[in-house]
Structures are given as structure tokens and as C-alpha cells.
């Protein structure tokens, strides 16, 4: 064996370092903007009520009353993402069939966040089902529907 071939393998791993290090020097982080997903909150909660209604799909006092239900059923503030914050990105997901990398975007936060956060208040939405959705109170019938001889077959 010649020492060019012993030396081979030596070139090939040297290359190979200096690659990644070309590579990792020339890195741009993902979410670089000043305009951070609290910010974001913040300019939806002091903006215009038909801003706030375009992207959340429900206005300030459903929110506050929405916000008000998950956060007496447990939902609360972590480390880096408040409470509200949170609602708001699991209301633009569920609102506009957005994927978790387009809320990633729009709320400056990585996809594992948004989906650890859309889970969350997910979880508590479902289980504040038992006290919202029950069935209808049959002891009264309202006159519309048993005077109506479309529904008397039902009542």
C-alpha cells in the first residue's frame, strides 16, 4: 500500500470537517424578526375590532369570555407563551386551516411549539365539553316546533 492511499481517507475526513464548518458558519436563523408572537397578541388585542375579527374569526368579548372558560378549566401561562397568546394561535389554526409551519411563521415560534401549545388548549377545550354541551330540556317544547305538523312526528 502506497502512502497516497494511507493518506486518502485522512484528506477525505479533513474534508468532510471543513464542509460542516462552511456549513454551520453560514447559518441564518429561521426567525430573525423583531416582530415576536407577543407582539403580535399585543397588536391584535390594541388594534382594530375587524382585524381582530378577520383573524381570529370571533370578536374581543367571545375571546375574553372563551379565554376566561380555559383559563378557570387550568389553561395557564408557560415560560415563553402567555395564556392568551396560546388561544390565539390555536383560534388562527382552527380559523383558517393554517399548517403548524405557517402559524410557526406568523407567530415567530418553532413547530414543535405551536403544536405542544394548539394540543394544550385543545385538550382543555375538550374537556370543558361536559359542562357546555348537555342535551336540550325536553320538558318544554317550544310552540313553534309542537304546533308545527313538520316536527309532530318527533314530539
Not at 388594534?47 to 381582530?52: A, I, L, N, S, T
Not at 372563551?66 to 390565539?88: F, H, K, P
Not at 309542537?146 to 314530539?155: A, G, H, I, K, R
Request: proline share 5%.
Amino acid at each position: 500500500m502506497s502512502d497516497s492511499d494511507e493518506e486518502l481517507p485522512v484528506f477525505i475526513v479533513v474534508l468532510d470537517y471543513l464542509i460542516k464548518k462552511v456549513r454551520a458558519a453560514s447559518r441564518v436563523p429561521k426567525h430573525v424578526s423583531a416582530f415576536t408572537g407577543r407582539n403580535r397578541m399585543l397588536e391584535l388585542l390594541h388594534g382594530h375590532d375587524g382585524q381582530f375579527v378577520e383573524v381570529l374569526r370571533l370578536n374581543k368579548e367571545c375571546f375574553y369570555r372563551l379565554y376566561s372558560l380555559l383559563t378557570e378549566n387550568g389553561l395557564e401561562d408557560t415560560r415563553s407563551i402567555s395564556a392568551q397568546e396560546q388561544v390565539m394561535m390555536f383560534l388562527t389554526i382552527v380559523g383558517h386551516c393554517d399548517s403548524n409551519r405557517r402559524s410557526g411563521y406568523e407567530w415567530r415560534h418553532s413547530g414543535e411549539t405551536v403544536s405542544r401549545h394548539f394540543n394544550n388548549v385543545c385538550s382543555h377545550l375538550v374537556s370543558l365539553a361536559p359542562r357546555l354541551i348537555g342535551p336540550p330540556d325536553f320538558v318544554h317544547i317550544p310552540s313553534v316546533i309542537e304546533n308545527n305538523l313538520y316536527y309532530s312526528p318527533y314530539f
